[in-house]
């Protein structure tokens, strides 16, 4: 399947957490966030779509943040989980584990009658 | 005129916390932005009362993120007037309403009225103000265009950026309005000395100016657009432009009497 065309509907439901999971890594940057966010798969994520998501996670106290001069360009805001950021991602990684292994035996069994059918 | 926001070299940290001289600005944050794009960013921000460090932190994250993928404003973005909102809302916004400016011109206006009635029924001659409907019809146009402004100045303004000749429109309404209450309905209601009116007058004209004054120069009015780690510029002394606004009411004042006493003497 075509990556860049994940319903955007999904993908909204899917960013937050895939965000805490990539900086569970260490502190990183917005461009550097959605390119990480497109080497797993999720296709390209707009800064639009990015950077107000993480200033909710900044508001709820998940993540700090540091300007950072840039390589010979612009400066960079660096995102860092706080140790709420850290107990959320974790939180919420379970969260989705479940709730895609809810979803995964409805597909599955969707996938095994359309298949069974053909 | 515009000094360029100094770049952070690499290896040195503190570089990106280093303030600038001139902060009035906001295009020097997103030097690779298109400036309509940012100037309705901006325009859409500030009207939704977003502080101006914020702005500023904004407008950044937009520059750094559109120089570093290389794509366009518009592609990373969207729409400048979407993307204010949809960053606005990540954070409620402060309503720390200026009370001491809005007080000082309400008063400022009050005291302006009061003197120009004071002194057009001590001309008239009898020394006493004929205080008739129209006054008070007057004042209540006045006062019901003052809460709008300030009040609801949100939507008021929107209202004034979209359909500029239909605020010109009602204006023109407002004060032909305001001039037909004093022509036609000029049933007292009540007398008061000429001369107590002038002094309650300029007294609250003073007052007035007195508190604009003190907000202008405690700088409650500033709130510069700000990139991360800049400091508040160093308060500028008041040029005559600013100098003029502050007097607006006073200019205002002593300009009308001059001309009801003109009038007077020609007539």
């Not at chain 2, 309509?36 to 500030?46: G, K, S």
């Not at chain 2, 023109?172 to 007398?191: G, N």
Request: hydrophobic share 45%; net charge negative.
């Amino acid at each position: 399947m075509n990556t860049e065309q994940w319903p955007s509907e999904w993908l909204r439901g899917v960013l937050g957490v895939c965000v805490l999971r990539i900086l569970l890594d260490g502190p990183s940057y917005g461009y550097a966030i959605t390119q990480r966010l497109a080497e797993a798969g999720l296709g390209t994520v707009k800064g639009g779509t990015l950077y107000p998501l993480l200033g909710r996670l900044e508001e709820a106290g998940h993540v700090e943040v540091d300007w950072r001069p840039g390589e010979g360009g612009p400066g960079r805001k660096f995102y860092a989980l706080t140790e709420q950021g850290r107990a959320e991602a974790g939180e919420q990684s379970a969260r989705w584990v479940d709730f895609t292994t809810t979803t995964r035996s409805l597909t599955d069994e969707a996938l095994a009658q359309t298949t069974g059918r053909n | 005129m515009n000094s360029i926001a100094k770049r952070p070299t690499e290896g040195d940290p503190r570089a990106v916390t280093e303030t600038h001289s001139r902060t009035t600005d906001h295009l020097r944050l997103a030097p690779s932005v298109e400036p309509a794009w940012v100037e309705d960013f901006v325009l859409e921000q500030r009207l939704l009362g977003v502080p101006g460090d914020r702005i500023g932190d904004a407008l950044a994250l937009v520059q750094s993120h559109v120089a570093e993928s290389g794509e366009s404003v518009h592609e990373a973005f969207g729409d400048p007037v979407a993307y204010a909102r949809e960053a606005a809302s990540t954070r409620r916004v402060d309503d720390d309403r200026d009370l001491s400016w809005i007080l000082g011109s309400g008063l400022g206006l009050a005291g302006m009225l009061l003197t120009l009635f004071g002194v057009q029924a001590w001309i008239d001659g009898d020394g006493r103000l004929a205080l008739t409907v129209g006054h008070l019809v007057a004042l209540g146009l006045v006062v019901v265009a003052f809460a709008l402004l300030h009040l609801a100045s949100e939507p008021f303004l929107r209202f004034v950026l979209r359909r500029p000749w239909s605020t010109l429109g009602l204006f023109v309404l407002h004060f032909a309005a305001m001039v037909a209450a004093f022509v036609f309905l000029r049933t007292p209601v009540a007398h008061v000395p000429a001369g107590a009116t002038v002094a309650v007058g300029v007294t609250t004209l003073a007052l007035g100016t007195l508190l604009e004054w003190r907000s202008r120069t405690a700088g409650q009015l500033e709130d510069p657009i700000l990139g991360p780690g800049e400091g508040r510029p160093a308060r500028r002394r008041l040029d005559w432009f600013g100098g003029l606004t502050l007097l607006m009411f006073p200019v205002l004042t002593v300009a009308m009497v001059g001309f009801s006493l003109l009038v007077a003497r020609l007539s």
